[in-house]
């Protein structure tokens, strides 16, 4: 299975300020056909996650532009660049290139 | 809109069964895959299995940690999407999240609707 590896796993971060998140995996996430298939997601506290991001920077309808995803290959990186007082909860990355699809462990954020 | 509505948890005893129903609506159910994810107690996600469309036969693939004891099946007639547990083990206790996937099951497929969730606590 390809391991998926958060970084950090906790933030706390001032409202207004950016933050950033780290996902790195085992193996590439480029396929044959030239998509990447890396995906974020976020849970809000007593909520089911919710889709921010498909194929490594494409926003989901809703989303705010304030979240915008990069990468390539094995290293993606998700940026809140003012963040807000309802992004907290906890972030996922995916991958779907190869079953079973894996998620990261998460990486939690709060609000100072 | 989208809804996607679990039903069927509950306390259950170790190796026996249980059968979780996610009721859709706001969409063409039977043009989609759809999964099951699980959270267990306070940690991350699992994927648990999905049902590909009648459009790509219908297929299922499971995860290790599953396969052989949980069945995934659907009535596009109801719009119903099922997950017949079987053999249950303590470790199974999670929220069971439905989700609709985008993709055919095979290549860049993702979950982009997800229900509420239906808690399963296998104990005895």
């Known amino acids: 299975d390809i391991v998926m590896t958060q970084t950090p796993l906790s933030l706390s971060v001032t409202p207004g300020q950016p933050a950033s998140i780290s996902c790195k995996s085992s193996q590439s996430l480029l396929h044959s056909d030239g998509k990447t298939y890396l995906y974020w997601y976020l849970q809000k506290p007593g909520q089911p996650p919710q889709l921010l991001i498909y194929?490594?920077?494409n926003r989901f309808s809703g989303v705010p532009d304030r979240f915008s995803g990069s990468g390539s290959g094995t290293d993606f990186t998700l940026k809140i660049s003012r963040v807000e007082a309802e992004d907290v909860g906890v972030y996922y990355c995916?991958?779907?290139?190869?079953?079973?699809?894996?998620f990261g462990q998460g990486t939690k954020l709060e609000i100072k | 809109e989208v809804q996607l509505v679990e039903s069927g948890g509950g306390l259950v005893q170790p190796g026996r069964s249980l059968r979780l129903s996610c009721t859709a609506s706001g969409f063409t159910f039977g043009d989609y895959a759809m999964s099951w994810v699980r959270q267990a107690p306070g940690k991350g996600l699992e994927w648990v299995g999905f049902i590909r469309s009648k459009a790509y036969g219908g297929t299922t693939e499971y995860a290790a940690s599953v396969k052989g004891r949980f069945t995934i099946s659907r009535d596009d007639s109801k719009s119903i999407a099922y997950l017949q547990m079987n053999s249950l083990k303590t470790e199974d206790t999670a929220v069971y999240y439905c989700t609709r996937v985008i993709g055919s099951g095979y290549v860049n497929y993702y979950f982009d609707y997800w229900g509420q969730g239906t808690l399963v606590t296998v104990s005895s």
């Open positions: 995916m991958q779907s290139i190869q079953l079973p699809p894996t």
């Open positions: 194929e490594v920077s």
